[in-house]
């Protein structure tokens, strides 16, 4: 298959674990035999706008090769406006980006959108207009912490129930998300973990039955 993937972010320089399990996702995806195809919306903040940042996103877009995935990649500012109006203005200048990317690549078989806001809410308009299907997983632990607001609900509701399959990572996650789900029956399908750590951990020696794991957040 020629999968597409949408993600709201992915390592930079300036942010080297930013979005990096995004990346490995559609890297092992790769390594299977599928052609998978990145489109990220840099978003870059009026702050830094400078002539030569601005000479740079003229030269927009870039197509790079990263772990046997191909990027087709473009900068953008990032609009000082609240949540509720940035969301959507990123959305749908992700859909012009794709647009171009469908011109200039064609169409792929399935889009993969991670977070429903705001990159499935752009994979949703990608169907509505060209018809292109689309899968979504969810990895928003906002949708933990609070409820979503009536207008986010909304949003939420056309993008799960207009997509193909409906992923979460996790079972607490996929809870929170039932009440907006109504055609599909939610998947839960943890993130990845690279095949070294596997092996790593079965040809390791243990002298005690404890075993240890140790998370760390906010790279």
Not at 53 to 76: H, N, T
Not at 122 to 143: M, N
Not at 157 to 164: E, K, P, T, V
Request: proline share 7%; hydrophobic share 40%.
């Amino acid at each position: 298959m020629r999968v597409l993937v949408l993600c709201p972010t992915l390592p930079s320089p300036d942010a080297t674990y930013a979005g990096c399990f995004f990346l490995d996702h559609a890297s092992a995806v790769a390594s299977t035999g599928h052609a998978v195809d990145l489109v990220h919306l840099i978003r870059g903040s009026l702050r830094s706008w400078s002539m030569r940042s601005a000479r740079i996103m003229y030269r927009q877009p870039r197509v790079e090769l990263q772990d046997g995935v191909r990027i087709f990649r473009q900068a953008g500012w990032n609009a000082p406006l609240p949540p509720r109006w940035s969301g959507p203005l990123w959305a749908h200048r992700q859909f012009g980006m794709l647009s171009k990317y469908f011109i200039r690549f064609g169409f792929p078989d399935v889009i993969h959108a991670h977070v429903a806001l705001w990159a499935g809410y752009a994979a949703y308009l990608c169907h509505k207009r060209f018809g292109v299907p689309y899968v979504i997983t969810e990895h928003s632990s906002s949708l933990i912490v609070r409820p979503p607001s009536p207008s986010e609900s909304r949003y939420y509701s056309d993008i799960y129930n207009h997509a193909g399959a409906v992923i979460a990572v996790g079972q607490a996650l996929a809870k929170r998300m039932v009440p907006m789900v109504s055609n599909h029956e939610i998947k839960v399908i943890p993130n990845p973990v690279n095949q070294v750590f596997i092996d790593r951990g079965s040809n390791t020696r243990r002298t005690s039955l404890d075993f240890i794991v140790v998370s760390t957040g906010s790279l």
